[in-house]
Each structure stands twice: as C-alpha cells, then as structure tokens.
C-alpha cells in the first residue's frame, strides 16, 4: 500500500520553481531513496512535502488524504514526519523535552510511547536529560528521528540522515532506519550516497535539475549508469520511461 | 552602612520591576527574533489604563488596577502584531525594516497617551504608609508586594517554561521555529499567545515603575527602556532566566553606584553596565544560540 503519494508536485522559493512535476510513490514499510546531483531539489521537494514550502501544483496524498493545503503544522496528525539534514533538534530542549515535542502531534500518551522510543534508540535513554545541542552530531541525528517517531507516523522524510557523521556511525543510523521500515513506516530518504542508497533502499528516485529523471526498483536502477545521469553525459536515461 | 542597606533594598524593588518588564521584553524576542523598540510605550499605556481605573470614577484598588492594565495591554500587543507587525515581518524578511516599524509605533503611542491622558505627571491613589525594617532593608508595604509580584510571576513563569506544554512549545519554538512548526506546534497560535504575554508584563511593568517612583509620565516607559535593554543584554538576549538574573545585577548596581555618584546618573550608570556587557560578553551570562 502506498502511504505517500505525489503527483506533479512543483514548488520552490519565490516565484522560480525548483522542483517541477515531481511524482513519487511511498509504500508502506519500504525505503525509498531520493538521489541527484546537488542542486538538483531533493531538499526542496522534502520541504515541500513537510509543508514548509507550498506547492505551486501538483498534489500530495498520505494514507488516501490529500494533504496539498493542510497547514504546516497540521501535517504530523495527518501521519507524515519530517527530519531535516541540519538543526534537526531543539538545542536547549533536553533529549526527554525534544521527544515529548515530538509526541505533541499524537494522541496516545506521550510517556508510553518515550518508553517504546527509549527501547528502540537506548543510547537516548541514557542521556535523557542532556540538552540536545550537547549531544554529538550523531546522536542528534537519532534523536531527531526519535522524535519523528513519537507522533507514530505512517510516513517519515529523512533529509540526508547521515550527513557528516563518520562511517561508523553511518552504519548505526542506517540500521535504524532499516528498524523504522520494519516495523511498518514508509520512509523516505534524501541522500547524497549513492552507494549507501541503493544498499539499503528497496526503490530509488533519480532528481535532476528539479525533475524525476528515472524511478524503479534498486535492482534496475543499479544498472544505470548513475554518474552520467548525474553529470548529465547521459542523455538516453532521459527517455527512460519513468516506471521501469 | 545603613545607606548601603537602603540601596540594596531599593535595588530589590528596582530589580523586581525589571525582571517584570525584562522578562516580557525577553519572551517576545525568543519567539520573533527582533526587538520590540515601542515596549516602553507599551508599559506606559499599562500606566495610564491603570491609573485610570484607579483614580477614576470606579476608584478600583491598584492591584487590580495593575492587573487590568496588564490584560488590557496583552490584547493591544495580540492586536498589533496580528494587524501591523507580523504582516510587515512577513514581507520584509530583513530585520532593519521591523525594527523601524516598531521605532514608528513606539512614537504613535507616546503621542497617543500624551494626548488620551495628558503630559503632566500623575500619581496612583496608593496609602502613604511609613517604611518599615525588614532585616537591614527598608520597605513600605507597596514596594514589599511588587518584589512578590516580581517573584511570583518569576515562579509562574518558569513553572510554565518548564512544566507546561504551552511554555515546552514556547521553548522550542524560540529555539527553532520551522522546526517546531513541522513537529506539530502550532506557530500561529503560541506567537498570539507569546505576545498577549509580552504585553501583560509590559502593562504589570509599567505600573509597579509608576508605583515605585511614585509618578507616571508618557515617556516613563520608554526611559526605562533602555535600563530593560541593559538587563536583557547583561542577561543574553532571548534568555528568559538571564533576563531574570541580568535584572538583579542592573537593579542592584543603578542604586548602589547611586551611593557613590549623582542618582541623576542611575541611567547612565544602566548605559555603562551595557556597555562593558557588549564589550566584554556580547553573548551575555546565558548566551543563546543565534539569537545574540
């Protein structure tokens, strides 16, 4: 099943578009990436998914409600969640304060769930009532997914998730991820590593220069000569069609 | 030694309205980001729609007096950010412009007090009583209760930052506002809220400044703005326990350096303080980040 649907989703800053007629389908319980070159308005598009920008057209639909004029902050109660790729949590919120925050857009008792989060990311427990900006940039990272999570939500964007932090740590976030996905939640990744992409993401989408340039399984999409879409020495991936 | 006594206790009091005004000023600044230049103006319609209340015809008692105008000037604060500040925030994203529309309302509230109350200084039907000793420190009954204010409010507030949802998204929302809007808080909403507080210290602020210096004038406020100023930077801008502390420190230096030098200078004692504070920690004690 599908929990996240865009169709031809065009936004941007002002009145020039970055991102134009993008589509992308999000299916329960699966990774789905997002890769490109930069520039190429995968954080646009998550923004513009998350509400923070507005699209100028297109539709986005999670669990079968069109969210495309839902306020902002609204959206998490509709079931999607938002992680940005920087200043991801509340700095001077403790990392119990960042996730009772979090658990703002959920109706279930936020203690109960904390008690479910603090078994999935044990290193949170231990530092419950540190402030956030004193944690390192990894664990601010799981914290920032953390608090996605309170609000239970069907659909998590993950903007670059592993941005900046050591391979070591790399492999702990991405296990994490992998851990959301099996337990139920479509997410959806940003992500400038390729590599790291198609090993953990069962779909990926290619944006280039704003637009989807090529979608499918991560199988298909392996075979494609990514570095040349990428610097756009690949023409003929431009007349793929976009379901491979 | 006696004298140094009395100016601690009258540091207290000026600390108490301080932290009041200080505090208001703080907790709009956390969420907005820019400083709200007509506050002293603010604390002045406070004054007067207290004084009113309370010399005119209902002949309220002053408390209440002080609560009302606190309320009242919550609402005008509500009003002129729906209508005026937050329409002109969100078409000029540079902060030069809304701090030159809040230079602009400032002068179009001291003029419109001066001209709804007159420029003449009045006074609240407060009791004349005699001071009396509290340990050291002389108080009249009047300046004992606006210290408790001050420290009620202080506990309420901190209650609140600390314990409520209202005060966490307040937190959150002054640390990271598009962050706080796409977890779930609504931004709208906890800003209206933020500002009707702001505008209630500032009304409550004002009032206690009338009672302890025993006059209101339509630019009482805006002076003591700038000992405000002083506090809040001492303290860190947009840290509200800063605000708190910075206070004390400006509260309690004005009146005991007033032992030593002219108390016509108190206020250029509040300018120095601020001064060296920019100098030496622009930050302030509890630096905030990015919002110096």
Redesign the interface.
């Known amino acids: 099943m599908d929990a996240l649907i865009a169709e031809k989703v065009t936004s941007g800053y002002g009145r020039s578009p970055i991102v134009r007629d993008v589509s992308i389908t999000v299916a329960a319980g699966m990774i789905t990436a997002i890769v490109g070159p930069n520039g190429a308005g995968k954080s646009t598009f998550a923004k513009t998914l998350?509400?923070?920008l507005r699209p100028t057209s297109g539709k986005i639909v999670v669990n079968d409600t069109d969210i495309t004029h839902v306020a902002?902050?609204?959206?998490?109660?509709y079931g999607l969640a938002?992680v940005?790729q920087n200043?991801?949590?509340?700095?001077?919120?403790t990392v119990r304060?960042n996730l009772?925050?979090?658990g703002?857009?959920s109706k279930k008792d936020p203690r109960t769930r904390m008690s479910e989060i603090f078994e999935i990311f044990p290193d949170l427990a231990r530092a419950d009532d540190k402030k956030a900006?004193n944690l390192s940039g990894g664990q601010q990272n799981l914290l920032a997914m953390a608090?996605?999570l309170m609000?239970e939500p069907t659909v998590i964007v993950l903007d670059e998730p592993t941005a900046g932090l050591s391979p070591a740590y790399t492999d702990v976030v991405w296990r994490q991820v992998e851990l959301i996905a099996k337990q139920g939640t479509a997410v959806l990744v940003i992500e400038q590593n390729v590599e790291r992409a198609l090993t953990h993401a069962q779909f990926v989408n290619v944006l280039v220069a704003g637009a989807n340039h090529v979608h499918g399984p991560v199988d298909e999409i392996a075979k494609l000569d990514l570095g040349g879409i990428f610097l756009g020495r690949d023409q003929t991936a431009q007349d793929l069609p976009a379901d491979i | 030694m006696t004298e140094l006594f009395l100016a601690i206790g009258f540091g207290l009091v000026i600390a108490s309205v301080l932290a009041l005004s200080a505090v208001g000023l703080s907790l709009q600044f956390g969420i907005t980001n820019y400083i709200n230049f007509a506050y002293g103006d603010f604390m002045a319609v406070g004054a007067y729609i207290a004084w009113t209340l309370n010399t005119g015809p209902m002949h309220w008692n002053i408390w209440v007096s002080m609560i009302a105008g606190g309320v009242s000037v919550g609402i005008l604060a509500v009003l002129l950010n729906r209508f005026l500040l937050a329409p002109f925030a969100r078409k000029f994203q540079k902060l030069f412009y809304i701090l030159i529309v809040t230079f602009g309302l400032s002068l179009v509230l001291l003029n419109l007090v001066s001209s709804v109350w007159g420029t003449e200084v009045q006074r609240y039907s407060i009791s004349n009583e005699s001071p009396f000793h509290v340990g050291p420190f002389l108080f009249t009954i009047d300046e004992l209760v606006v210290v408790a204010i001050a420290i009620v409010a202080m506990l309420l507030i901190h209650f609140m930052l600390t314990r409520t949802?209202l005060g966490?998204?307040m937190?959150?929302m002054?640390?990271?506002s598009?962050?706080?809007?796409?977890?779930?808080?609504?931004?709208g909403r906890i800003t209206t809220l933020t500002w009707f507080l702001s505008g209630l210290l500032a009304g409550i602020g004002g009032t206690v400044l009338g009672i302890t210096q025993a006059s209101i004038t339509p630019g009482s406020g805006e002076t003591f703005l700038f000992v405000i100023f002083a506090a809040v930077i001492v303290g860190g801008v947009g840290s509200i326990y800063g605000a708190m502390v910075g206070a004390v420190i400006v509260g309690l230096a004005t009146e005991v350096a007033a032992l030593f030098i002219d108390p016509s200078y108190k206020l250029d004692i509040a300018f120095a303080i601020l001064i060296l504070a920019l100098l030496f920690r622009p930050n302030g004690l509890f630096a905030?980040?990015g919002k110096a």
């Open positions: 998350a509400g923070i902002g902050h609204l959206i998490p109660r938002y940005p200043d991801n949590v509340f700095r001077t919120l304060e009772e925050v979090g703002y857009a900006g608090r996605a609000a | 949802r966490k998204s937190r959150a002054s640390d990271n598009t962050l706080a809007m796409t977890s779930g808080i609504d931004t905030r980040p």
